[in-house]
């Protein structure tokens, strides 16, 4: 019998107290255990970046972790956005620019994007591709995503 | 839950993991970023999961006798950001921000990516091509395997199953020198269909040590010591011209996969080799500073 553990979480500012089963993939605990469904699991292998999520303001694919490595951590999900009425400032970028079409993929883009934003320069085209290059698309072509960047990266540069 | 089931361990020392390593059927885990895709593919089942993401004493850069140490828990990110690593060896700074994307390098470790000896991949590649030294310990003992016996074959390496990495240690480079990197990829981020890093050390204008490295060429990532003998010595105003393509290929054996064909990555190697070559002498020249040593 395999062993479960309890572990302690702030998700999105709210702390939980959980058990889980070490095979527990962090995407399924958040998703199942947590019903914060959100965030999408597209490969399930580490691939396609649609499970992207904040672990202590850092990027983790979610699927690649185990919940029980977790234990301790504050959590952003794209929950922690703005909602339909009020969406925050990637999200209103996104919705703009037509960045997203069927919005699977949408949340591990914002969710990188925030990280991008937030760490690297973004001066050109090609290091706002490259930043993105972890996250597919089968929609977009990315052309509409790129621009969104663009514009927030304009707008990071006034505030 | 897509991986099989398994117990886990979570050691706070180096000597915990290791009692811990003594049970059947055991498999560490740091970055996970090459492990747990196999787990849920349920092509790796193992029984207990270490998780050594505790052991502060792995996560260490330091400069002592004339050497790098990064322990085996560096993440790749981390490699990137430090000032230390990026004095003494540019190249790595380089290099590693071409492995995988900004996410995986969040979490993924150089003592995964080494342990893991994918041929394709940047950290086996700088370790073949520095001369880096793996050193290893288990209950029993401690020992330092030099890379060019570490890497058996492709994802098969020296270390044995009660073993941990504990560091790498990189030998600084006496000389002033010039160095190159560059690869082919699909997607930025994708494993190297061909990446290329070279060393040149140079004195008076003479070429006095050299190293060149192919990746993705074969089972492990290969020394060009045929084309190294050749320049040692050598003017470097002398082009590269002269050196001819199957010299330059000789030493490789590449695969094909559904990334390309060996016959294309025997194709554009020769154009790869080269250009590194050129552009570590530019670097050189452009570098007219002296290395803190």
């Known amino acids: 019998m395999t062993k479960k553990f309890e572990i302690k979480v702030k998700v999105n500012g709210e702390s939980f107290k959980e058990t889980v089963e070490p095979r527990m993939l962090a995407s399924d605990f958040i998703r199942d255990q947590l019903r914060l469904t959100g965030t999408h699991v597209g490969c399930e292998h580490g691939v396609c970046g649609a499970c992207t999520i904040l672990v202590n303001g850092k990027t983790i694919r979610s699927c690649l972790k185990f919940a029980i490595q977790l234990n301790n951590s504050e959590i ?3 929950e922690s956005f703005g909602s339909i009425g009020k969406l925050n400032d990637i999200q209103a970028a996104f919705k703009k620019n037509h960045a997203l079409q069927c919005g699977f993929c ?14 690297e320069k973004l001066e050109t085209e090609e290091e706002i591709r490259k930043g993105l290059s972890g996250n597919l698309c089968r929609c977009t072509g990315y052309e509409n995503i790129v621009k969104a960047v663009q514009e927030l990266v304009e707008k990071r540069k006034i505030t | 839950m897509k991986p099989a089931k398994f117990d886990y361990i979570n050691p706070k020392t180096l000597d915990e993991a290791l009692k811990a390593l003594q049970l059947d059927d055991v498999k560490l885990i740091a970055g996970g970023q090459s492990l747990v895709p196999l787990m849920n593919y349920r092509l790796s089942q193992p029984s207990t999961i270490i998780d050594i993401n505790s052991i502060k004493e792995l996560s260490i850069i330091n400069i002592m006798n004339e050497t790098l140490e990064i322990g085996s828990l560096v993440t790749h990110n981390e490699a990137i950001k430090s000032k230390i690593i990026n004095n003494y060896f540019p190249i790595i700074t380089d290099a590693i921000s071409n492995t995988a994307h900004k996410t995986i390098r969040n979490s993924g470790t150089i003592g995964g990516s080494i342990a893991h000896a994918d041929p394709a991949a940047e950290w086996p590649l700088l370790a073949m091509l520095l001369d ?3 050193n290893i310990c288990s209950l029993k003992n401690n020992r330092s395997v030099k890379v060019m016996k570490f890497f058996i074959s492709e994802l098969t390496t020296d270390l044995n199953e009660n073993e941990i990495i504990k560091s790498f ?3 600084l480079i006496k000389n002033k020198y010039g160095w190159a990197f560059e690869e082919i990829v699909q997607r930025s981020g994708d494993f190297a269909i061909i990446a290329v890093a070279s060393i040149i050390e140079i004195i ?23 084309i190294e003998q050749l320049l040692k010595g050598k003017k470097i105003e002398n082009s590269f011209d002269d050196i001819k393509n199957d010299q330059l290929t000789l030493l490789l054996k590449p695969n094909s996969d559904n990334h390309a064909s060996a016959e294309y990555r025997l194709h554009i190697a020769p154009k790869i080799i080269k250009n590194v070559l ?4 530019k670097n050189y020249k452009e570098n007219t500073n002296d290395k803190k040593i």
């Open chain 1, 76 to 78: 952003e999900t794209i």
């Open chain 2, 278 to 281: 050129i552009k570590s002498i």
């Open chain 2, 204 to 226: 008076n204008n003479i070429i006095v040590e050299i190293k060149i490295c192919v990746g993705g060429a074969g089972e492990t990532p290969i020394r060009l010591s045929n």
């Open chain 2, 132 to 134: 880096c030294k793996i």
């Open chain 1, 106 to 119: 949408t949340p591990g883009f914002l969710i990188t994007i925030k990280e991008l934003l937030e760490t």
């Open chain 2, 169 to 171: 240690s990189f030998p």
